[in-house]
């Protein structure tokens, strides 16, 4: 992916988890540059709204794919309907993702999977099956990890884990892929004003916390600014000058000391107590 994206109008931007959030901004962002778009989720009805906003936008055409990415049948889905346009990928922005809070032996056991499967089984299967058309556009992938890729969750075990997995599988793709000039980039933002933690359950203390309301970064900001790192081959990036100062902590400290802190921060006291 060049940083001046020549003849975006040929080539298909893909944007999983396109119909809120996070990735309804970076669908903005691609439609603003002139890009085609393939807009993935499981809700049809926000997805036509946010195929709408894209076409005002810019973009010459939205095109939507109703699908649980949490499973084979939706994935199936996402690459017939690429195949079917048979454009160039200017950019597969692995995007989908949801959370979960609280003591990983009260959670719903099929519901810690389902995270797996859509946080990390659908970015692998997404990347490969999809990575030749990438080649042919000389584009990029964008995953979007988090802040929590960066220490280990209690309270929001398999959470953390499966960032963890999706920034480490970011970089290692990035290095085996830069001589051919395909970009790749992790984005990984900390608290973000969505329905990410209504949907994961977070409790409104955290929410309404000190430490998230000054880490906190607005999807279109997080989302431009992604784009942006996109373009110019970023390996990671993180919005805030707080996230990176709290991912620059993580890093130096020995991982055992980063979790309880996370724990902490997370406020699992009571999730881990009983252990
Ligand atoms: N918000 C934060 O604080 C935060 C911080 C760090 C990282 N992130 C990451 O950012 C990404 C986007 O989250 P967001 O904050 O924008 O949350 P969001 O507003 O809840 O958006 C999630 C998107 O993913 C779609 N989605 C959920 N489950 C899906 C499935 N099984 N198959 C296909 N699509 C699915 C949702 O649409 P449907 O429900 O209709 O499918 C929606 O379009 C996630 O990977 C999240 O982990 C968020």
Same mark, same amino acid.
């Given at each position: ?110 519901? #810690?999977?389902?995270?797996?499967? @859509?946080?990390?089984?659908?970015? =692998?299967? %997404? &990347?490969?099956?999809?990575? +030749?058309? *990438? ?64 949907? #994961?359950?977070?409790?409104?203390? @955290?929410?309404?916390?000190?430490? =998230?309301? %000054? &880490?906190?970064?607005?999807? +279109?900001? *997080? ?53």
């Amino acid at each position: 992916m060049t940083s001046s994206t020549p003849a975006s109008s040929d080539s298909l931007v893909i944007v999983t988890g396109a119909s809120s959030g996070i990735g309804l901004e970076l669908a903005l962002c691609a439609a603003r540059d002139g890009h085609p778009v393939l807009l993935v989720a499981r809700g049809r009805e926000a997805l036509e709204i946010a195929a709408d906003a894209a076409i005002d936008a810019g973009s010459p055409a939205a095109h939507v794919v109703s699908a649980d990415l949490s499973t084979s049948a939706g994935i199936d889905a996402v690459v017939t309907e690429v195949d079917k346009l048979g454009m160039p990928v200017a950019a597969l922005i692995n995007n989908a993702g949801f959370g979960g809070w609280g003591p990983f032996g009260e959670q719903d056991l099929d519901r #810690a999977t389902r995270m797996v499967d @859509l946080n990390c089984r659908a970015v =692998v299967e %997404l &990347s490969h099956r999809l990575l +030749d058309r *990438v080649r042919e556009a000389r584009g990029g992938v964008l995953t979007v990890a988090s802040t929590a890729a960066f220490q280990p969750g209690p309270g929001m075990a398999v959470y953390h884990a499966s960032k963890a997995f999706a920034l480490y599988f970011s970089l290692a793709l990035r290095d085996e892929l830069k001589a051919e000039g395909v970009h790749v980039t992790a984005l990984c933002p900390g608290p973000v004003p969505t329905e990410f933690g209504a949907n #994961a359950g977070v409790h409104a203390e @955290l929410e309404a916390s000190l430490r =998230v309301k %000054l &880490s906190s970064q607005p999807a +279109d900001k *997080v989302a431009r600014m992604a784009w942006r790192g996109l373009r110019k081959n970023q390996a990671v990036v993180m919005p805030g000058t707080v996230n990176r100062l709290g991912a620059l902590g993580a890093k130096l400290a020995p991982l055992t000391t980063s979790t309880r802190l996370a724990r902490t921060a997370l406020g699992a006291m009571a999730a881990s107590s009983k252990a």
